[in-house]
């Protein structure tokens, strides 16, 4: 998507005033999820977000609790982050648990009028998993994060433009 003059609108970090970011994590895997937690909050930090952290026991009961919070009298969020790690089993439970994951956070997406960010990895093992969380497939708690700023200030953005209508 661009504006007029080629500029894009998604093209660096916006500088988002008194932004606020719930992240949703999974009890499952701590260990793994709770390095993605650390990158996550490591870049909101950086760009001096605010934020609250919210412990599910499963990646299933994410899509709930986001739209349970949204619901709430809590503070309004401007963006959700999900994290969660599913590995893969002997059984059909990963691709149920993926699709039903995958599935509440696109509808999320089209019904809330704030974004949620999917940050859930889907591995077939630990080592995958190890490798999205500072190796050599980057970190994806960090990229949850980033993707969070920048979809508050597109947001935030077209939202001005559609009021200018």
């Known amino acids: 998507m661009s504006t007029k003059g ?14 606020f970011i719930v992240i949703i994590k999974t009890e499952w895997n701590a260990d793994i999820v709770d390095e993605l937690e650390k990158g996550c909050v490591s870049e909101l930090e950086k760009s001096n977000t605010r934020y609250e952290v919210i412990t599910v026991p ?3 009961e994410i899509p709930f609790i986001i739209k349970a919070y949204y ?6 969020a401007n ?6 790690t599913i590995i893969k089993g002997d059984t059909p439970h990963f691709d149920y648990v993926c699709k039903a994951v995958t599935d509440g956070v696109v ?3 089209l019904s809330l009028d704030v974004p949620v960010i999917f940050g ?15 190796g050599s497939e980057g970190h994806k708690g960090e990229e949850a994060a980033i993707t969070a700023i920048k979809m508050i200030g597109l947001n935030k953005i077209l939202a001005e433009k559609k009021k200018k209508k």
């Open 6 to 19: 080629n500029k894009s609108l998604t093209k660096g970090i916006p500088k988002i005033k008194d932004a």
């Open 58 to 60: 499963g990646a299933f």
């Open 71 to 76: 619901n709430s009298n809590r503070p309004a």
């Open 79 to 84: 963006a959700f982050i999900a994290l969660g």
């Open 107 to 109: 509808s999320l997406n």
């Open 120 to 134: 859930v990895l889907t591995v077939n093992n630990v080592e995958q998993a190890k490798q999205r969380i500072g």
